[in-house]
T-cell receptor, first 111, second 112 residues
Framework: DAKTTQPPSMDCAEGRAANLPCNHS???????VYWYRQIHSQGPQYIIH???NNETNEMASLIITEDRKSSTLILPHATLRDTAVYYC????????????FGTGTRLKVLA | EAGVTQSPTHLIKTRGQQATLRCSPI?????VYWYQQALGLGLQFLLW???????NRGNFPPRFSGRQFPNYSSELNVNALELEDSALYLC???????????FGQGTRLTVV
């Protein structure tokens, strides 16, 4: 079973920041938070990951709460091409690397 | 650099037949993962291979099997196809020991 919960859908205006929340209240100290997205019928695309510090790359920022029980993916200036299903998953730092995808958040960027 | 490539992109089979799906990982990647995504549903973990060995398996019947070759490419075989096996089959690869996986574009299997 997935160890994360996400809202099923969200809308965001084009050009605005999209903030996608994820709850992972049972996360262990040795588990990373990873974010992927899947644009319609394509393979999932890696976005970003973090352990306990906030992270930023050219695609997005990841904010992890101090207790690590939740995180937020931020797309700073959403475009229509960011419309996709966004998955938040937790993966241990060692041992099995089985990715368990939940149902994700369907983000719709509106013109 | 080439990404993860899967072949064929589309495959149509008759119920009861066997299907073979292929995956070539990114150069330097030794881990290969297989997922099934039925229409409108999430990704279901099928198999994980690393360094030629099966490391983990999802909740699928034994008629779903695979292997990883010495060059780290992989095959997924589905025997005795059923209509419910119709889905997008995704392959991903990663460097062994790291978690950042890169996905291919998938093989869409249709069982009629």
């Amino acid at each position: 079973d997935a160890k994360t919960t996400q809202p099923p859908s969200m809308d965001c205006a084009e050009g605005r920041a999209a903030n996608l929340p994820c709850n992972h209240s049972t996360i262990s100290g040795n588990e990373y938070v990873y974010w992927y997205r899947q644009i319609h019928s394509q393979g999932p695309q890696y976005i970003i990951h973090g352990l306990k510090n906030n992270e930023t790359n050219e695609m997005a920022s990841l904010i992890i709460t101090e207790d690590r029980k939740s995180s937020t993916l931020i797309l700073p200036h959403a475009t229509l091409r960011d419309t996709a299903v966004y998955y938040c998953i937790v993966i241990p730092t060692s041992g099995t690397y089985k990715y368990i995808f939940g149902t994700g958040t369907r983000l719709k960027v509106l013109a | 650099e080439a990404g993860v490539t899967q072949s064929p992109t589309h495959l149509i089979k008759t119920r009861g037949q066997q299907a073979t799906l292929r995956c070539s990982p990114i150069s330097g990647h030794t881990s290969v993962y297989w997922y099934q995504q039925a229409l409108g549903l999430g990704l279901q973990f099928l198999l994980w291979y690393d360094e030629g060995e099966e490391r983990n398996r999802g909740n699928f019947p034994p008629r779903f099997s695979g292997r990883q070759f010495p060059n780290y490419s992989s095959e997924l075989n589905v025997n005795a196809l059923e209509l419910e096996d119709s889905a997008l089959y995704l392959c991903a690869s990663s460097v062994s020991g790291l978690k950042e996986a890169f996905f291919g574009q998938g093989t869409r299997l249709t069982v009629v």
